[in-house]
T-cell receptor, first 109, second 112 residues
């Protein structure tokens, strides 16, 4: 069965610092992979997705993610975090969109 | 453009009462439809998905059921709510094949 694991429940970073959120997937073939962001009390917005091809994917809001088959990972990165990036981030996989448990990001001014 | 509507936004129900959450999609045909539940600290749990009218797949055995009476309508129901049914319920749709999942604004259910 397809699944993703987000090892970090909560991360705190200072504004302007770099960010990396981890996601590990479980699937034999090349998976469909997604990163979503959820602001408090809201639905989810797609940041980026990977289906095939270039393993470095650019998304909205300055985010990027890199697919690494050797590590079964699809980590989300941003070079400089803004206070407005504070939110819940979810990794997802598969045709039926199985989500991880999420990583809560706090940004310190 | 496509839009997804979900209601009610907030619901407070006593234990043992019935539930009906409704979701409709506009601007597309034959969408795949999904119901997720989000409980604190547990991420998004896929409850049901549907690839067509009357076709429902259940991911987790539970006190809930789903129906798709029309192409762009997806309903989440319960005959008797439990305390453990409290949570944030999200409806979503996608096109057939690999693609993006589009979410509604969610329905917060509190069972007392």
């Amino acid at each position: 069965a397809q699944s993703v694991t987000q090892p970090d429940i909560h991360i705190t970073v200072s504004e302007g610092a770099s960010l990396e959120l981890r996601c590990n997937y479980s699937y034999g073939a090349t998976p469909y992979l997604f990163w979503y962001v959820q602001s408090p009390g809201q639905g989810l917005q797609l940041l980026l997705k990977y289906f095939s091809g270039d393993t470095l994917v650019q998304g909205i809001k300055g985010f990027e993610a890199e697919f690494k088959r050797s590590q079964s990972s699809f980590n989300l990165r941003k070079p400089s975090v803004h206070w407005s990036d504070a939110a819940e981030y979810f990794c997802a996989t598969g045709n039926q969109f199985y989500f991880g448990t999420g990583t809560s990001l706090t940004v310190i001014p | 453009s496509q839009t997804i509507h979900q209601w009610p936004a907030t619901l407070v129900q006593p234990v043992g009462s019935p539930l009906s959450l409704e979701c409709t999609v506009e601007g597309t045909s034959n969408p795949n439809l999904y119901w997720y539940r989000q409980a604190a600290g547990r991420g998004l749990q896929l409850l049901f998905y549907s690839v067509g009218i009357g076709q429902i797949s259940s991911e987790v055995p539970q006190n809930l059921s789903a129906s798709r009476p029309q192409d762009r309508q997806f309903i989440l129901s319960s005959k008797k709510l439990l305390l453990s049914d409290s949570g944030f319920y999200l409806c979503a749709w996608s096109r057939a094949g690999p693609g993006e999942l589009f979410f509604g604004e969610g329905s917060r259910l509190t069972v007392l």
